[in-house]
Structure formats: structure tokens, C-alpha cells
């Protein structure tokens, strides 16, 4: 929906943007590991105003059996909005936009989870969007990642992500709800640090090939800023006082 | 993901011994498309329309133009929509049901990088302010698989909107009411060309067929205007991209795309 009219100002001439951030700037992001009894591993983000809930099990049994793999374990990701997350009530049926959401979130974890040591087996990530506010599949890929650390499932790296994008011709990092609605491109990326590998990434919005390399920088760098949350997320349950 | 067949698995083998030489299965530069053979006008009941082979990949895209409400939150503009199917007859895998994930992806995908090139200004399709718009409808059906259906889709439906002619509608008692006699072409601003390209190893392939396609590793379809601006991208599969690779990529695909573009123009200058 990139360049509908606002009155809005999204960019301020002191650099300023609509919810006081500046060009470089993350909302705030506050990440909890675990929290869940039932699950093997869980996570909760809150990013700016949105929060979602991430459930991880398994490695267990397949069923349906077919869809079964004997040289390696399998990922299955369900991303999905409650009726209540957005403006006007969402129909709680998976639609074909979090089909492919759950899509590219599966593709961005199977590069960071060693799925080969458990053959014949599935690993499923449940991702709950409790309220959303711009900016939830980085979001909810950023928690999944932690909670399946929670989960104790061995992985190369965690995933962190966060958007890049373009409003009033400046590159911003990570794109709030007003940003992508009235601003001029959206840039999702999924980033593992350790192993300098973008595992999603997508466009849209028109972008010069200057501000193209621009919007992947920023946005690499600004994984690198979700990243430490989120080891930070995992100290504090684990080696931290806060734990449960 | 369907388990890869053991056949796969032993092309893979050789497609990576070839891609270490500097080759690729089917005698192709790493940076080179396979050859676009475009139809246009194939299906004279639509609006607009377009056959198209990208090597034994095949593509038709029927463009139907209507009178349509507009969305609620948009009344000053058009509406403009892409689709995707895989028709049984293309693949013996295919079956008839719901879409999978794979095809709901290559439909949004197809649509997104032509709505966010802004190559139709919907602003020039209304009928009415608020009341009554003229809906413009691309349908991608493909009859035949050899890999990479996201830029065989893209250009079928590219194609068909170049050489789509729309009717005229006034509103009258009440109504949109067709004007006999006066067709025009649709208001195109630019035209997008969608460049997939897919990584084996460590390199890259411009446009994969069918055995590279069933070999990758991951892939990104990044669609360039005509100014050679980026403004879409989809990363797919399961491996990642390191950033080198990312801008390496886009590079790529406005080169690719420049190319590609010309036979789509030459394509509509063909049916005038």
C-alpha cells in the first residue's frame, strides 16, 4: 500500500519521525523467554505496540505420517493474527496473506535449526499475533528464534529481525504501523549474525539501487541491535534472577 | 516440503560439479535467461491477454476489465489484482483442491511486484468517486512447469496489461454504463520485470529451470521498474543469503531485467 497520501508527518525537519523516533532508531523491544508450561520452548515480544506469543514442540512425531522425512526432521510454522489484534475484527480463518507469512518464517528458521539430527521427526512453531502494530513477522521471527532456544533444539545461530524501509525519501530503520501504510517501500529482514546469512528478506516500495544497499545495511545493522535482546532474553531465564 | 527424490539429489551432484567449472546444465551463461518466446492477444475474449514460454515453462494470462465497487478506503482509485493457478495438466504432482502454500506464495508474489511498480496509475480508473471503479483482473494460469513460474507468471501478465485495451464506462441512472465504440489502452507508468535468481553452493543462477529449481538451495525474485529501481523482492527456500549475495542479486536483476524489458515492449509494439 505504498504512497497513499497522509497528513501525517512522517519525517519531521529535525530528522524526527511520527512516534519520536529518529531515522535509526528501533521501538522499544522487550523480549521474555519462556513462560509457557506446556510448550517445550516459548517466547514473548513486545515490539513498539505489538505483541505476540511464540509456542515451540517437538521434536515429536509427525502426523499426518506422509508428511515424514527419514533423512531429517521437519519445520512447521503456523503464523496467525487473533481477531482482536487489529483495527476492525479480523476473521479468525487463515488467510492467504499469514499462509505466506508462515511461509518465508519457516524458510528464515530452517537455516538456523539443525532439523538433520532429528530424522523422522517435526518441530512445530505456533506464533499467536496478539496485537499488531507494523512489523509483526520480524517480530514474531525475532521471538520464534528465542523459543526455540528455549526449546533446547540445537541451531547454528538465532535469527533476528527487523525492517528497513523509505519514508519521505530516507532510509528509517524498522517501520511502524503508520510508516508502511503511508510510507514509500517496507524492507523485512531476517539476519543470523554469527553467520552473516539473510534468511528473509522482502520488499515493497520503489527503492534506487543506492537506497536498496542503504535499506539492506541499516537493517543488517539493526538485526544485530534485535540480536542482542535476544541473548539477553535467554541469559536473564537462564543465568539471570528473573528466571521461572 | 516434499522429501527430494534420490534423482534430484544425483542432479543436484552434477549441477554443482558443472556450476564449479563455470557451467550450467543446459549450456547457459550463470547470468542468462532462457529464451522468452511472448504471444500476445492469444485470448481474444479477454480484454488482454498473453502466451507465454519461458524455456518449457508456460504462462497464460487473461486480463478481464470490469465495473467494480471500490474498497472502501480507497473510492478515488481503481483496482488492480493478480492470481496465480497451476492447472493438473501442467505436472503430474499437481492436484485439483485449495492452493498449497507454495501457490498462494507465486500469486502474491506476481501481484506484488507488479502493484508496487506502480505500473497501472489506478488513480485514472474511476467511474465514480466512492460509488464505482473500474477493476482491472490479471489471472496467471500455468500449463506447463520447467522452474521458475514466478517470472514466467510476471511477464504473462506484464504482457497481457501492455496489450490490454479497456472500455469505457459513464455513470449513468444510477450505474456504470458501457460507452459503445471507445476503447483505450490501460494508463501505464513503467513496466516491471521480475528477475528470480537461485543459489547452488555458493553461486548464483539467473532464471532457474526445472532441475535447478528442484536443486537450489534458496532463491530471491527481485522485480526492477523502468527507471532500473528495485521495488519488490522475495526471498525463498531454505538457506540464506549473505549481504555480498543480496547486493550482488540486485545488481543482477535490473541488468537481466533491462533486457527482458525490451521484449516485452517489442511484444506490445508487435499487436498494434
Redesign the interface.
Known amino acids: 500500500m505504498?504512497?497513499r497520501d497522509a497528513t501525517m508527518v512522517l519525517l519531521d525537519e529535525n530528522g524526527i519521525r511520527c512516534d519520536g523516533r529518529k531515522v535509526d532508531e528501533t521501538r522499544r523491544i522487550m523480549i521474555r523467554a519462556g513462560g509457557l508450561k506446556n510448550a517445550d520452548g516459548s517466547a514473548y515480544i513486545e515490539f513498539g505496540d505489538n505483541k505476540i506469543l511464540v509456542g515451540v514442540f517437538g521434536p515429536r512425531d509427525v502426523h499426518p505420517k506422509h508428511m515424514s522425512?527419514?533423512?531429517t526432521g521437519?519445520l512447521r510454522v503456523r503464523y496467525h493474527m487473533e481477531p482482536f489484534s487489529v483495527g476492525e475484527r479480523k476473521n479468525p480463518a487463515p488467510s492467504?496473506?499469514e499462509?505466506?507469512i508462515?511461509?518465508?518464517i519457516k524458510?528464515?528458521l530452517?537455516?538456523a535449526v539443525m532439523l538433520e539430527k532429528f530424522p523422522r521427526t517435526a518441530v512445530d512453531v505456533f506464533i499467536e499475533v496478539l496485537q499488531a502494530d507494523g512489523g509483526t513477522r520480524c517480530a514474531a521471527l525475532t521471538a520464534a528464534s528465542v523459543a526455540l532456544a528455549d526449546a533446547g533444539i540445537p541451531m547454528r545461530d538465532m535469527v533476528a529481525a527487523v525492517a528497513a524501509g523509505k519514508v519521505a525519501d530516507t532510509v528509517i530503520l524498522d517501520v511502524n504501523n503508520e510508516e508502511d501504510q503511508a510510507g514509500q517501500a517496507d524492507?523485512p529482514i531476517g539476519y543470523?549474525p554469527s553467520?552473516?546469512?539473510?534468511?528473509?528478506?522482502?520488499?515493497?516500495?520503489?527503492?534506487?539501487?543506492e537506497e536498496?544497499?542503504k535499506c539492506?545495511?541499516v537493517g543488517?545493522k539493526g538485526c544485530k541491535i534485535v540480536y542482542e535482546l535476544q541473548k539477553k532474553a535467554l541469559n536473564d531465564k537462564y543465568f539471570g534472577n528473573g528466571g521461572d | 516440503m516434499a522429501s527430494v527424490s534420490v534423482l534430484d539429489e544425483l542432479k543436484k551432484a552434477q549441477i554443482l560439479e558443472l556450476l564449479e567449472q563455470g557451467k550450467r546444465v543446459d549450456g547457459r551463461a550463470l547470468d542468462e535467461a532462457r529464451e522468452l518466446t511472448i504471444e500476445t492477444n492469444a485470448i481474444p475474449k479477454a480484454n488482454g491477454s498473453a502466451r507465454v514460454r519461458l524455456g518449457d515453462t508456460e504462462v497464460i494470462c487473461g486480463v478481464k476489465i470490469q465495473p467494480d465497487r471500490p474498497f472502501p478506503d480507497t473510492g478515488d482509485r481503481g483496482i488492480f489484482m493478480c492470481t496465480a493457478e497451476l492447472l493438473p495438466l501442467s505436472h503430474p504432482t499437481v492436484e485439483t483442491g485449495p492452493p498449497q502454500p507454495p501457490v498462494i506464495e507465486l500469486a502474491r508474489v506476481t501481484d506484488r511486484g507488479i502493484r508496487e511498480s506502480h505500473m497501472i496509475d489506478v488513480s485514472k480508473l474511476v467511474i465514480l468517486k466512492d460509488k464505482s471503479v473500474v477493476g482491472v483482473f490479471a489471472d496467471n494460469v500455468v500449463v506447463d512447469q520447467d522452474g521458475n513460474l514466478f517470472d514466467a507468471c510476471s511477464y504473462a501478465a506484464t504482457a497481457a496489461l501492455l496489450v490490454a485495451k479497456t472500455p469505457k464506462w459513464d455513470w449513468v441512472d444510477e450505474k456504470p454504463t458501457l460507452v459503445e465504440g471507445e476503447e483505450t489502452p490501460l494508463p501505464i507508468e513503467t513496466i516491471p520485470v521480475s528477475v528470480t535468481m537461485g543459489k547452488i553452493g555458493n553461486h548464483i543462477v539467473v532464471d532457474p529451470n526445472g532441475d535447478e529449481w528442484a536443486s537450489m538451495d534458496a532463491r530471491v525474485t527481485i522485480t526492477s521498474d523502468s527507471n532500473g529501481n528495485i521495488c519488490a523482492l522475495q526471498k525463498g527456500g531454505s538457506d540464506g543469503f549473505t549481504q555480498d549475495e543480496i547486493n550482488q542479486c540486485g545488481e543482477i536483476s535490473v541488468k537481466v531485467g533491462a533486457k527482458i524489458r525490451e521484449k516485452l515492449k517489442a511484444a506490445q509494439s508487435g499487436s498494434q
Open positions: 505504498g504512497g522425512n527419514t533423512d521437519i492467504r496473506r499462509i505466506e508462515s511461509k518465508v524458510e528464515a530452517e537455516p524492507m543470523m553467520l552473516d546469512k539473510i534468511t528473509l528478506l522482502q520488499l515493497d516500495g520503489v527503492l534506487t539501487p536498496y544497499k539492506v545495511d543488517v
